[in-house]
C-alpha cells in the first residue's frame, strides 16, 4: 500500500466487488419505514425519524453494525474516546444483556486532505503518517477497553470497491463525472429523499463549492488529483475517492443492501450520514438502507460551546488522560450521561465518576469482609434486601432497554448499594450476630456482573496495579494487615478474658488500672501500627480499622484523588 500512495497512480486490476446492486424497496420514498424481522425488546432512539423506536434486527439475534471510524492524521482525543467508549457500552448491553450477537465494521479513514495537510507539515508520506496514528489509535481502544470491531477496514484497501461502486451509481443514473476528472453525486435526482437529517442538524453543506458541479448541493464521489497527492487511476482519470462514499462502500461491501444500526458522532449525521444514505440507496435501488441511526452527543470542555476537536486543538489527548486516570473512570464519567446527550468534562465530573467507582468499591470491600466473618454487624432485615435486589434487577434491565439508559441503571444500582450499606452497622463486640451472608453475597455478584458486562473491572484493577507480580504483592498485603492487626490488638489490650469478666469489682478496678499501665507502655507499638497504615496509604493502600477487625482495599491506582 505504500508504494501505491508514494508513487501516486498506479493501474488497478478488474473493478470487482462482491456485492450486488439489487432492488429491495422496504418503504415508500422518504419515509421510514419500520423494518420486518425480530424484535429485540429494546427502544432506541433513532435520528432518521427523530424519536424512540422498537429496535427490529433483519435475523434473529444478530445486530449488522456499522461505525465510521477515524480520520488518523493526529493523536486520539477524549471526544473520540467519549463517543467509541459510549458506543462500545452499547454493544455490550446488546451482547449480555439481550443476547444479541453484534458483527461490527469500522473503517479506518486513512486517506483526506486533512492527513496529506499533516503529512506534509511533518515532511512525512500520507500512509507513514495514517499507520503511525491508526496504531495509536487503536491502542488507546484498547487502554480504554473498547471491543475491537469484528473488522477494521482500511479505505486505501478498498479502492477497486469504491470504484466499481462509484460505476454502479453513475449507471443507475445518480451521480456524473465532469470534463475536469470529478465525479458527482447528483442530488436532485433522489428528490425529497435528500435531507434526511436536515433540520435536527445543521442544514449547510459542508463541502466546499466546486465549479464544476450542476449544483452547489451535489457531494464529490471521486476528487480529481492535484500535483504531489497520492492517487489512483479511474475511469476518469487520476484521483482519489471522497469522503462518504467510502462509508458506503466499506458498508456494503460487507453488509450488502441491509444493515440494522449505524452509529458515529452527531456531527457526522449531516453531511456525511445523509450522504452516505443517498449514494448506498442510489447504488442499491432501495429504499431503506440503512434501518436505525444512532448519533452520541459531544463531549466540550466545561464552559465552552465546541466539541473537543483536533481542529481546533482544544483537546486532551487519551494517553494524557490515562496518566492521570483509569479507563475504569473515564467509563463511568460516559456512564453518567445519556450517549444521546452532549457531555461536559471537568474536573468536577471526573470526580463524581471517580468517587461512584470508590463508593461501589468500598461497598464490595465491606460487603465481602461481612462475608467472610471479618465485620461483625448487628441482624440483617434481610427481606428487605432481597426485595431490593429483585427490584434492582429489573430496573436496570428496563433502562437499558430503554435507549440504554446508563445513567438510570447507575442510579438503580447506587439505590441499592445504599441500601447494603445502612444495614452493615458494625458492633465493636459483645453477643454473636445472626449473620445474613447469602444476601450479601447475591449483592456482591450482581453488582460485579453489572459493572463487568459494562466494561469496568474493578477485581481486575486490583490484580492488575503494576504488573505481573502485582497478585502475589496483594497476598503480601494480607499478611502485613494481619499481622499489624494483631500488634494493634496487642496494643490496645483489647483481649477481654472471660476470666477478666468473672473477676470481683475491686480487682476489676485493679484489671483496669493494670490495662492503662499496659496501653502506655505499648504506645509505640500503637504509634508504629499509625505510621504503617499512614505510610501504606501513600502507595494507594487503604486500611480500615473496625473495632478489633482492620480490612483494607485499594485507592485509585492513578493517584487522582485524594488519600
Ligand atoms: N468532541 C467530540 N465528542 C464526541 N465525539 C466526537 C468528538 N470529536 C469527534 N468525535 C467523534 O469521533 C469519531 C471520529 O471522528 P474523526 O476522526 O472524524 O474526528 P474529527 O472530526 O476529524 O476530529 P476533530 O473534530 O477533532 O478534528 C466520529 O464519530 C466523531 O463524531
Ligand atoms: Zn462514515
Not at 468536577?348 to 461512584?356: K, Q, R, Y
Not at 434491565?397 to 444500582?413: G, I, M, N
Not at 502507595?539 to 488519600?563: A, C, F, P
Request: glycine share 6%; charged share 25%; aromatic share 8%.
Amino acid at each position: 500500500m505504500q508504494s501505491i500512495l508514494r508513487q501516486g497512480c498506479r493501474l488497478l486490476p478488474g473493478l470487482t466487488v462482491n456485492v450486488r446492486a439489487s432492488g429491495s424497496c422496504t418503504s415508500a420514498a422518504g419515509h421510514w419505514a419500520p423494518p420486518s424481522g425480530f424484535d429485540t425488546g429494546i427502544q432506541v432512539y433513532n435520528s432518521l425519524t427523530r424519536r424512540k423506536e422498537a429496535l427490529t434486527l433483519h435475523r434473529p439475534a444478530l445486530a449488522t453494525w456499522y461505525s465510521c471510524g477515524p480520520t488518523v492524521y493526529d493523536h486520539a482525543h477524549l471526544g473520540h474516546a467519549c463517543s467509541y467508549v459510549r458506543f462500545d457500552i452499547i454493544r455490550r448491553i446488546m451482547i449480555h444483556y439481550f443476547g444479541i450477537d453484534v458483527v461490527m465494521v469500522m473503517v479506518i479513514t486513512d486517506i483526506d486532505d486533512k492527513i496529506i495537510k499533516r503529512a506534509n507539515e511533518l515532511n512525512l508520506s500520507p500512509v507513514s503518517l495514517a499507520r503511525t496514528y491508526e496504531q495509536e489509535f487503536k491502542q488507546d481502544m484498547m487502554a480504554l477497553k473498547v471491543l475491537q470491531p469484528t473488522i477494521y477496514m482500511r479505505v486505501t484497501e478498498h479502492i477497486p470497491q469504491i470504484l466499481s461502486f462509484i460505476q454502479q451509481i453513475i449507471s443507475n443514473g445518480h451521480a456524473y463525472a465532469t470534463s475536469h476528472g470529478n465525479v458527482y453525486f447528483d442530488v436532485q435526482s433522489i428528490g425529497k429523499r435528500y435531507g434526511k437529517f436536515i433540520g435536527s442538524f445543521s442544514h449547510m453543506d459542508t463541502e466546499s463549492v466546486v465549479s464544476d458541479k450542476r449544483s452547489p448541493r451535489d457531494f464529490a464521489l471521486w476528487k480529481t488529483a492535484k500535483p504531489d497527492e497520492p492517487c489512483w487511476d479511474s475511469p476518469w482519470g487520476k484521483g482519489r475517492p471522497g469522503w462518504h462514499i467510502e462509508c458506503s462502500t466499506v458498508a456494503s461491501t460487507v453488509f450488502g443492501e441491509q444493515l440494522d444500526i449505524h452509529t458515529g458522532g452527531i456531527d457526522l449525521a449531516f453531511p456525511h450520514h445523509e450522504n452516505e444514505i443517498a449514494q448506498c440507496e442510489a447504488y442499491h435501488q432501495c429504499e431503506q438502507w440503512g434501518n436505525y441511526f444512532l448519533h452520541s452527543g459531544h463531549l466540550h470542555l466545561k464552559g465552552t460551546e465546541e466539541k473537543m476537536s483536533k481542529s481546533l486543538k482544544n483537546y486532551i489527548t487519551v494517553k494524557e488522560f490515562l496518566q492521570s486516570f483509569s479507563s475504569d473512570e473515564f467509563r463511568m464519567f460516559c456512564l453518567r450521561s445519556k450517549y444521546k446527550s452532549a457531555v461536559e468534562y471537568s474536573k468536577d465530573s471526573m470526580n463524581e465518576a471517580t468517587s461512584t467507582l470508590k463508593i461501589i468499591s468500598s461497598f464490595l470491600n465491606d460487603a465481602n469482609a461481612y462475608l467472610k466473618g471479618q465485620l461483625i454487624c448487628e441482624p440483617i432485615q434481610e427481606d428487605i434486601l432481597w426485595q431490593r435486589l429483585n427490584e434492582t434487577r429489573v430496573n436496570v434491565k428496563a433502562a437499558l432497554a430503554d435507549d440504554f439508559d446508563t445513567l438510570r441503571a447507575v442510579d438503580a444500582v447506587m439505590d441499592l448499594i445504599h441500601h447494603g450499606n445502612r444495614q452493615l452497622k458494625t458492633v465493636s463486640k459483645g453477643v454473636p450476630q445472626a449473620r445474613s451472608p447469602l444476601v450479601y453475597g447475591a449483592m456482591v455478584s450482581y453488582v460485579e456482573q453489572f459493572l463487568d458486562i459494562l466494561g469496568i473491572s474493578l477485581q481486575e484493577e486490583q490484580v492488575s496495579v503494576d504488573g505481573k507480580h502485582s497478585a502475589l504483592l496483594l497476598n503480601v498485603v494480607d499478611e502485613i494487615v494481619d499481622f499489624r492487626s494483631k500488634v494493634r490488638n496487642f496494643a490496645l489490650a483489647s483481649e477481654v478474658t472471660v476470666q477478666d469478666l468473672q473477676n470481683s469489682e475491686e480487682e476489676r478496678v485493679l484489671q483496669k488500672a493494670r490495662r492503662k499501665q499496659m496501653i502506655k507502655d505499648r504506645e509505640p507499638l500503637m504509634r508504629a501500627c499509625d505510621e504503617v497504615r499512614l505510610n501504606l496509604a501513600g502507595y494507594g493502600i487503604n486500611i480500615k480499622d473496625r473495632g478489633t477487625v482492620s480490612t483494607w482495599e485499594l485507592q485509585n491506582s492513578k493517584g487522582s484523588q485524594e488519600q
